[in-house]
Structure formats: C-alpha cells, structure tokens
C-alpha cells in the first residue's frame, strides 16, 4: 500500500527563521511527488512537482527536494503570509491515479 | 480563485440521509478527481472521471456514487450516511487524465456535517 509521511506534524518559527519540512514517502514505480499548499478553509493549491532523485524546483521562499525516499520543502527567511498546511502527495504507477496525500506539515511564522 | 465551483459549501443533515455534492471543473479541465478530508485521514481520493468516464478508483465506499455529466459537471452522491461520513469533500479537475504532472485544481470543498 502506497504512503505518504511527513514530519513534524506542526511547525511554529519565528520570521526569517529557515528550516525544512520532510515528506517520506514508499509507493510501487514513483511517478511523481507533489508539494501543495493549503490555506484555513481552502482548497490546496499546487506548489511544485518532482520527478526524480536529484530533482530541485525553487519559487519564493520555497525549494523542493527529492531523493529515492523522501522529500524536503525549505522554507527559506519565512514570513508571516508563509503560515500554512504544507501537503506532500505521491503518484503511484501501481494503478490508481488518485494522489496519495499526506497528513501535512502546520507551519505557523510568527512575526 | 482555482477556477472549480464546488455547492453546497456547507450541508448538515441526520445520518441515514442521501446527499449530493456538485463540483463544475475548470474551464477547459476533463479530469474531475474527488476527494475526502478528515482530521484523523488526511485527504483520501475517492474517485476519478475523465470526460464522462470513470477512470480510476480509491477509497470510495459502496455508499457513495459519482459521475460526470456531458458538461462536465460532477456530482458525488453520498447515501445511508453515517456519523463517520463527516468530513470536508474537494473535487479537484486537471486539464489531462493520468495526473502525472500532479496540477490539481482544487475548489474550496463542501463540508458536511452528519448529525
């Protein structure tokens, strides 16, 4: 059965305050691992995708990483409007085409 | 503003009822994906139709039905409720049908409450 994991499960910095948040994963022939954002209230919205190890996508503040296991999203010099669930999911080549989502990371940037 | 309409945004209603959920897609998007939201499961996907067909299928239980209409619209029938059935329910739709680039559009969910 595919899973995803990520950790810590919440996350409270201080402004400008870098780190990571990981996103373990085990599926049958990865085709994909997905970053999403998602706001109190709202739907996710998509972040990044990565195909293979190695693999980096940057946008703002935020990088994505991929390696045969896991996933890392830094978080880099956070601000407050960063505050928000950070969902990982993964595309199986076992069948289904439905992402397999993680729990989320809770971030939270005080000011 | 993702471009997907989800209605109703809020239904309460007494477990053994029947429900339905309506989703409109992004303009132009062939896949509609449903999925369900709970505290304890994270987001779980339920099903999947591409331009009317169903295409693929996950955690769906037989009380629950879907399917896409010629104008792509979706509707996900939720029946025989149940208290556990509470939950935020997205429908997210995406351009192609394998889903590989990953891009899903969500809407802002319906969320039901089973009394």
């Known amino acids: 059965e595919d899973q995803v994991t990520q950790s810590p499960e919440a996350l409270r910095l201080q402004e400008g305050e870098s780190s990571s948040l990981n996103c373990s994963y085990t599926?049958?022939?990865?085709?994909?691992l997905f970053w999403y954002r998602q706001d109190p209230g709202k739907g996710p919205e998509f972040l990044f995708t990565?195909?293979?190890a190695g693999e980096e996508k940057e946008k703002e503040r935020l990088k994505a990483t991929l390696t045969k296991k896991e996933s890392f999203l830094h978080i880099t010099a956070p601000k407050p409007e960063d505050s928000a669930t950070y969902l990982c999911?993964?595309?199986?080549?076992?069948?289904?085409?439905?992402?397999?989502f993680g729990k989320g990371t809770h971030l939270i940037i005080q000011p | 503003d993702s471009g997907v309409t989800q209605t109703p945004k809020h239904l309460i209603t007494a477990t053994g009822q029947r429900v339905t959920l309506r989703c409109s897609p992004r303009?132009?998007?062939?896949?509609v994906y449903w999925y369900q939201q709970s505290l304890d499961q994270g987001l779980q996907f339920l099903i999947q139709?591409?331009?009317?067909?169903?295409?693929a299928k996950g955690n769906i239980l037989e009380r629950f039905s879907a399917q896409q209409f010629p104008d792509l619209h979706s509707e996900l029938n939720l029946s025989s409720l149940e208290l556990g059935d509470s939950a935020l329910y997205f429908c997210?739709?995406?351009?192609?049908?394998?889903?590989?680039?990953?891009?899903?559009?969500f809407g802002e969910g319906s969320r039901l409450t089973v009394l």
């Open positions: 990565l195909y293979s």
């Open positions: 599926v049958s022939g990865l085709r994909g």
């Open positions: 303009s132009g998007d062939l896949s």
């Open positions: 139709y591409y331009n009317g067909e169903e295409r």
């Open positions: 997210a739709s995406s351009v192609e049908a394998s889903g590989r680039t990953g891009e899903l559009f």
């Open positions: 999911a993964a595309l199986s080549g076992g069948g289904a085409d439905g992402l397999t």
